[in-house]
């Protein structure tokens, strides 16, 4: 049977874009070849890379509108670098609301010269900093949308003269935001869109250029633009299903359609978390995830109890991150409100039996 996947990622995807990925390793839509023993610069997969990076500007909403999409390799974690290489000449601002952005504030401190402008540090990242002052002149600033770890997202974004960057590596395409307003998005693909191997740019071309240093081609925005994303062998597996996967949201009805039932399955875990008195959740209230929601029992001794009856209900993946500890259910978009149900069912199992 199929399990309830609340794993953090890799993890859920759409049960028909599982299908159609492992048909397509078989034989590529009657070719007679497989996806992933062809040329990457054979009509097919040019094809395959031409909708990838198309899909992703239309369901932004941001075609026409100056913006470049790529599939690059390295993680989320290798844009923490490419970033600042590309970005940064004399500061960068950075808002420190995780583990995540910590990294990359790391990453620009490199490279150059990294400002936390924020941080919510003293609570172990529990809320999302507010009310700060951003400084001038800076090359850009850089945030995360949806800290995975913690179970925070940002609902207001902070309005700034810089150029914004932004790791959203587990919230893209899970909610309506004006995308025009950034600069450059970033997001490993393995959190909402797909399997692990590639990770999503989205650069607005006229920010790129600025910086007076040398960089090597594969660290360089411009090459993979220049190059529409081939300029190297791309992750051809992981960007066809990330292609299948955008094509099953834009064939939902986009990111409108999705982000109402992942409002729905959020409030049902929420509502569970504050009127179960055997549960209490991690992040602030008005800064609480859609995506990852963070808590933990409010008596230890039932753990094996309810370790025993997630586990007895087909749910996988839902201990928390050992920094956080408790429990997070990732609830991404391929995730269902049933499977979400399921969990609640649980939870309040767990009332009536203690
Ligand atoms: C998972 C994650 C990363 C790291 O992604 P990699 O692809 O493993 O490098 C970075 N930022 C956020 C917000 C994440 O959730």
Known sequence: MKKHNFSAGPCILPAEVMQKAAEAVLELDGIGLSLIEISHRSKEFVAVMEKARSLALELLNLEGKGYQALYLQGGASLQFAMVAYNLLENKAGYLNTGTWSDKALKEANIIGSGI?????????????????????????????????????????????????????????????????????????????????GTTLVIVKEDLLGKVSRKIPSMLNYKTHISKDSMFNTPAVFPVYVSMLTLQWLKDLGGIDAIEEVNEKKAKLIYSEIDLNPLFKGFAAKEDRSNMNATFSLTDEKLKDTFDAMWKEAGINGLNGHRSVGGYRASMYNA????????????????????
């Open 116 to 196: 936390e402008v924020a941080s919510s540090k003293d609570k172990n990242y529990n809320y999302i900093p507010k009310g700060y002052t951003i400084p001038e002149g800076l090359d850009y600033l850089h945030l995360t949308s949806n800290n995975t770890i913690f179970g925070t997202q940002i609902k207001e974004f902070p309005k700034s003269d810089a150029p914004l960057v932004c790791d959203m590596s587990s919230d893209i395409f899970s909610r309506q935001l004006d995308f025009s307003k950034f600069d450059l998005i970033y997001a490993g693909a393995q959190k909402n869109m797909g399997p692990a």
């Open 335 to 354: 995730l269902t409100l049933e499977s979400v149900g399921v969990l609640v069912d649980v939870m309040s199992d767990l009332e009536r039996k203690a």
